[in-house]
């Protein structure tokens, strides 16, 4: 098993770019997540999905869309990159619980990502 | 509202002192609890967790940690330090939110191991 796979390691992008960073699970597990991680602040998360075609916002969700077509792959989408999205983003993963939310969580190896 | 809180955001011990990293929650109902180990330039890894049961919990590497309803707290400790123990740590705690149940993070402690 593969576990939490993240695509790119490293980016940089210029004020107003867009991208998308990728995520993908070979573990089936129901509930997916991405994090940012900044000193200081511990993990905040962005936007979580229970199951395919379910997504919906966490703590910091604004400037950033995801979807969940399928039960491997949950892409965070940057639309309109700004300086404060300079971060390090985790996508993580983890069963569904009895049906109610999380239980502990498997972690990808992250993407450093630079905004200029 | 701060759910969980980590006392100390560096902790400095020698090699072969114990290792006590804190984490204090609030919670309404019987937590799960989570510690996380994250070396750098890594993701995080699961070190032990508590969810029902036995109070004092084992984890990888030597760790354990102790469930303390009383005290609200879910210390982790190891007798003897490691240099491979020197990362960051993160506890976290499940709570219900917004129908589901999330993991609310602390703000993380960075151990140092002196030689």
């Known amino acids: 098993n593969a576990g939490v796979t993240q695509t790119p390691k490293f980016q940089v992008l210029k004020t107003g770019q867009s991208m998308t960073l990728q995520c993908a699970q070979d573990?089936?597990?129901?509930?997916m997540s991405w994090y940012r991680q900044d000193p200081g602040m511990g993990l905040r998360l962005i936007h979580y999905?229970?199951?395919?075609?379910?997504?919906d916002q966490g703590e910091v969700p604004n400037g950033y869309n995801v979807s969940r077509s399928t039960t491997e792959d949950f892409p965070l989408r940057l639309l309109s990159a700004a300086p404060s999205q300079t971060s390090v983003y985790f996508c993580?993963?983890?069963?569904?619980?009895?049906?109610?939310?999380?239980?502990?969580?498997?972690f990808g190896p992250g993407t450093r990502l630079t905004v200029t | 509202a701060q759910s969980v809180t980590q006392l100390g955001s560096h902790v400095s011990v020698s090699e072969g002192a114990l290792v006590l990293l804190r984490c204090n929650y609030s919670?309404?109902?019987?937590?799960?609890l989570f510690w996380y180990v994250q070396y750098p330039n890594q993701g995080l890894q699961l070190l032990l967790k508590?969810?029902?049961?036995a109070t004092l919990v084992k984890g990888i590497n030597g760790f354990e940690a102790e469930f303390k309803k009383s005290e609200t707290s879910f210390h982790l400790t190891k007798p003897s330090a490691h240099m491979s123990d020197a990362a960051e740590y993160f506890c976290a705690v499940r709570k219900f939110m917004d129908s589901n149940y999330q993991l609310i993070w602390g703000a993380g402690t960075k151990l140092i191991i002196k030689p």
């Open positions: 573990m089936n597990h129901e509930y």
């Open positions: 993580a993963s983890s069963f569904r619980d009895r049906g109610q939310g999380v239980y502990e969580q498997y």
């Open positions: 919670s309404s109902v019987p937590p799960y």
């Open positions: 999905s229970v199951g395919a075609g379910i997504t």
């Open positions: 508590y969810t029902t049961g």
